[in-house]
């Protein structure tokens, strides 16, 4: 057993973090307030190789593998949940799917400039009747000669209007269902019939933006099919096991940030003749903050661990993406309520972390969906099947 | 024992929900978007007597007895809680304490224009350093000749950039002293608005009284038992909290049904899963146990027997409860929920202020405990 992290990790956070508080930290309550992460801190994060943290340098990437991902994600989480949630989306499931499940050329086309931060990638599943059931996505795609003609309407989608390349989730056998008549692509956005639907106006990660993506008789060629034909539901539930574990790392960024305010503030506002820090329900709070996050931090790095060493992961990374997302949520409001009315006040940065920090109960499986791929972890070798 | 509402109290009810889907429901986005009240709800409102609410009938109010004024708050906060904290703010944090400890002379200068929405009122107690620790405030009154020069400022003052009427507290040689403040009296200026995560329809401003100049008749209640003035209002305004975070819950509970019935996966509505029953039968338990200690707190209110203790106790309870079914229903919306087309975000935002405003829930959890303490004779400090 060894829990420091090796030379090469502790220069990466450092490097991590100095770009996060020089770079984006200065423009985190723009991002909110405009609604976008200016394309120009993309670049500046893909000149430094941030674009593609997870995947082996062959392919343009840092080689950085899950840990580094992480490390990645929880620095971006502490100060940016927009930003964070950008470079996830991109990274952590668009080029993911395609660095999982591609063939060396659609790598080499893809995941290349992906990695590079030369495009941008963008993950679709969801459909306004498929959230939680994802299997019961209506996407079609129907074989015509050398191409797949795709017709649908995806929603949620993160980083839809930015995105360059698309992995998107069609039914190509309805017979079939989810187990076999389900396959992945690879789609441009310049494929004719292909385009950006209606933007969604959200509560928080504001600087990230979210729209519909419609398919109207898109072809896309049948070299673009990702993963087996038909395997489908296999490459996205690959894709989304490892996603749930750095959205988890973000999480982690996002709590600590809110531990770090809360004791700035506890420390400096004094009421009834000393600083807040001093009553028991103020420290108390932050006891119960610091303890959840060094709970979180073990799950999270364990379950990285996991993942880079070819170990079993799925139950894990659902633990880190409900343990995370609920220890951020939790976070927040004891920090929230620690500012008093300051909190609830735009004008502090803990308001906005509220805002964004509740879509992580929900987004890339809901919490409830989490905890059925918990329970029937654990309860499969038990001989009881969970079904949700 | 009896838990049933008069047939008048019935009517009212009736009357008020009516009002509030009609008229405030509409509406209710449309404030959180543009971040204001139109003022012809306001309007609406006075024709219908709300901002008259608790002024008795003899006085040309509308004499509600305070079980019907919260029934009032429960419709409105769950057509728009921006509304019916503007509406309480007025009624209660205002008027009551101008009834209570007002003389016949301020009760004939203010009460009229207060009634009929000539005037909104506005309650200027917190301070940049004295937040829950009220009684450190600094704003100080000083005599001169006939009255008193006011210095200091005050913040998160609702209702701010509207009001005609503030009710400011400020030390004065015998203590904490509670005044009537005319917005027009020379040397009062209305500052900076608070931008806020959620009520955005509410105006709350800082309040900056520069040498400002209030004739000794309005001083409010006795000089030097400003904290009377304020302990008492604020017991009574935690009630009427109460009936307003019911009111909220009551909605986002019945936004979260309606979302389960309506919204399918895995081949059926997702109310018949489990968890969503969970997230809908705990709400529900919640909401009726909130409904009984509000309506017994407005009960005692109106027997003159409302403390302390049970004001904190209704407070505490109905906001965190509140909260929590807000989160606990955006959780039921799922994605939608976190979308600003859906009221659950709206609510989600709106209801984290109750366990913030007019007293913290840590604020309110000392106050129980120290009453329990008190009967113990231990005494605790906060």
Redesign the interface.
């Known amino acids: 057993m060894d829990f420091t992290f090796p030379k090469e990790y502790e220069l990466f956070r450092r490097m991590v973090r100095e770009f996060a508080e020089n770079e984006v930290r200065p423009l985190a309550q723009e991002i909110d307030r405009e609604g976008r992460v200016p394309m120009e801190t993309i670049k500046k994060a893909a000149a430094l190789g941030l674009m593609g943290v997870p995947f082996p340098q062959e392919y343009g990437g840092m080689g950085g593998g899950e840990t580094g991902y992480c490390i990645l994600m929880e620095e971006l989480g502490r100060v940016c949940t927009s930003t964070a949630t950008v470079i996830g989306a991109h990274t952590g499931i668009g080029a993911m799917a395609i660095y999982l499940d591609g063939t060396p050329e659609q790598k080499e086309k893809y995941l290349t400039p992906l990695a590079r931060g030369e495009k941008i990638a963008a993950f679709a599943l ?1 459909e306004a ?5 994802a299997a ?1 996505i209506k996407t079609r795609a129907v074989r015509d000669g050398n191409y797949f003609i795709l017709n649908g309407t995806k ?2 989608i993160t980083n839809g209007p930015q995105a360059d390349i698309v992995t998107v989730m069609a039914v190509t056998d309805p017979s079939l269902g989810a187990r076999g008549g389900v396959t992945a692509f690879i789609v441009e956005k310049e494929f004719p019939g292909f385009r950006v639907g209606s933007h ?5 990660i504001r600087g990230s933006a979210t729209s519909e993506l419609i398919f109207e008789d898109c072809p896309v060629p049948a070299e673009n099919v990702l993963g087996q034909f038909g395997a489908g539901f296999i490459t996205f539930m690959k894709t989304l096991d490892i996603g749930r574990a750095s959205l988890g790392a973000a999480c982690l960024g996002g709590a600590q940030a809110a531990l770090e305010l809360a004791m700035k503030w506890a420390k400096v506002r ?3 003749g000393g600083p807040i820090a001093q ?1 028991q ?2 420290h108390f709070m932050i006891a119960d903050m610091a303890t959840e996050i060094e709970a979180l931090r073990s799950l999270i790095y364990r379950t990285a661990w996991l993942i880079d060493t070819g170990q079993p992961h799925i139950k894990e990374a659902a633990m880190c993406k409900v343990f995370g997302s609920e220890v951020a949520s939790r976070c927040i409001q004891r920090a ?2 620690i500012y ?2 300051l ?5 502090y940065p803990i ?1 906005r972390a ?2 964004d920090a ?2 992580a ?3 890339e499986g ?3 969906i989490q ?1 059925i791929v918990i329970a029937s972890n654990l309860f499969r070798p038990e001989g009881v099947r969970i079904s ?1 | 024992m009896d838990f049933t509402l008069t047939d008048e109290q019935r009517m009212f009810q009736k009357m008020f929900a009516e009002f509030a889907l009609k008229e405030v429901q509409p509406l209710a986005e449309h404030i959180d978007r543009q971040e204001e009240i139109p003022a012809s709800l306001f309007q609406k409102a006075a024709e219908q007597g709300f901002l008259a609410a608790l002024i008795p009938e003899e006085k040309g109010g509308a004499g509600l007895d305070f079980v019907s004024y919260c029934l009032l708050l429960e419709e409105l906060a769950a057509a728009s809680m921006s509304f019916a904290i503007a509406v309480n703010v007025h009624n209660v944090l205002a008027v009551y304490p101008l009834l209570t400890f007002g003389t016949d002379g301020q009760k004939a200068r203010y009460l009229n224009a207060l009634a009929f929405g000539e005037c909104l009122g506005a309650f200027a107690l917190t301070e940049a350093g004295a937040g829950t620790d009220a009684g450190a405030l600094a704003t100080r009154a000083t005599r001169d000749g006939d009255g008193y020069l006011l210095r200091g400022s005050k913040h998160w003052v609702t209702n701010g950039a509207l009001a005609g009427l503030f009710v400011v507290f400020a030390r004065t040689e015998e203590g904490i002293s509670a005044f009537l403040v005319d917005r027009d009296a020379p040397g009062l200026k209305v500052g900076y608005r608070e931008k806020t995560l959620g009520l955005r329809g509410l105006t709350c401003n800082t309040l900056y009284l520069d040498g400002c100049r209030v004739p000794a008749e309005n001083l409010l209640g006795e000089a030097g038992k400003g904290m009377r003035v304020a302990g008492r209002t604020l017991d009574v305004t935690r009630v009427a909290l109460g009936a307003i975070s019911l009111g909220g819950a009551r909605a986002a509970l019945e936004a979260g049904v309606q979302c389960s019935i309506e919204h399918e996966q895995f081949g059926g509505p997702i109310a018949l899963k489990q968890i969503i029953q969970k997230y809908v039968a705990d709400a529900a338990t919640e909401v009726e146990a909130m409904r009984c200690l509000v309506y017994r707190a407005a009960w005692l209110v109106d027997q003159g027997q409302l403390d302390t203790y049970t004001a904190s106790v209704v407070k505490l309870f109905a906001s965190t409860a509140a909260f929590r079914i807000a989160n606990s229903m955006l959780q039921v919306h799922g994605g939608y929920g976190y979308m600003k087309e859906y009221a659950i975000e709206r609510m989600y935002r709106d209801f984290r202020a109750l366990e913030i405003i007019e007293g913290t829930s840590q604020i309110q959890r000392f106050l129980i405990a120290r009453k329990i303490y008190k009967d113990r004779k231990l005494e605790i400090q906060p």
Do not use: C, H, W
Not at chain 1, 129 to 133: K, V
Not at chain 1, 343 to 347: C, E, I, L
């Open positions: 969801t009747g498929a959230g939680s059931d019961a929603q949620f969604e106006n959200k509560m928080g004094e009421q009834f009553k329900e103020v929230l309520q008093g009315a909190g609830y006040s735009r004008d308001e509220f805002r509740r879509i109960e929900i987004f809901t919490n409830e905890r949700p």
